[in-house]
């Protein structure tokens, strides 16, 4: 997955926006006006993502490029490192289940 790919799938979602509420290189996705997903737009490819802390802790530990969310909550995002060691098809359900988690608080 490259930035387009992961944008175009972000901006798949329902209610999705886009936004740089930090930098103009940090972009952030959101749904019902909160993030889901984000990225810096340079340097290598990761994205940040809501997860249930168990499972954050497990994917952790099975993968890597699984890593505590960098600049997050710790226990309640993870940050993957897009380097081809996730495939696509895992990111695109890891980036779904952080919707459907922050779409539901909302």
Same mark, same amino acid.
């Given at each position: 997955?490259?930035?387009?790919?992961?944008?175009?799938?972000?901006? &798949?979602?329902?209610? $999705? &926006?886009?936004? @740089?509420? @930090?930098?103009?290189?940090t972009l952030v996705f959101? =749904? #019902?006006? #909160?993030?889901?997903?984000?990225?810096?737009? =340079?340097?290598?490819?990761?994205v940040n993502v809501k997860?249930?802390?168990?499972?954050? =802790?497990?994917?952790?530990?099975?993968?890597?490029?699984?890593?505590?969310?960098?600049?997050?909550?710790? %226990?309640? !995002?993870? $940050?993957?490192?897009?380097?081809? &060691?996730?495939?696509? =098809?895992?990111?695109?359900? !890891?980036?779904?289940?952080?919707?459907?988690?922050?779409? %539901? %608080? &909302?």
């Open positions: 997955m490259n930035i387009e790919e992961l944008r175009e799938f972000c901006l &798949s979602l329902p209610e $999705t &926006s886009e936004h @740089f509420p @930090f930098d103009e290189t959101k =749904v #019902k006006g #909160k993030m889901f997903a984000l990225t810096d737009l =340079v340097g290598p490819l990761s997860c249930d802390p168990e499972l954050a =802790v497990e994917l952790r530990e099975k993968y890597p490029a699984v890593k505590p969310g960098y600049h997050m909550n710790k %226990k309640h !995002w993870n $940050t993957v490192e897009i380097d081809g &060691s996730v495939s696509d =098809v895992l990111l695109r359900e !890891w980036i779904t289940m952080s919707y459907t988690l922050v779409k %539901k %608080k &909302s």
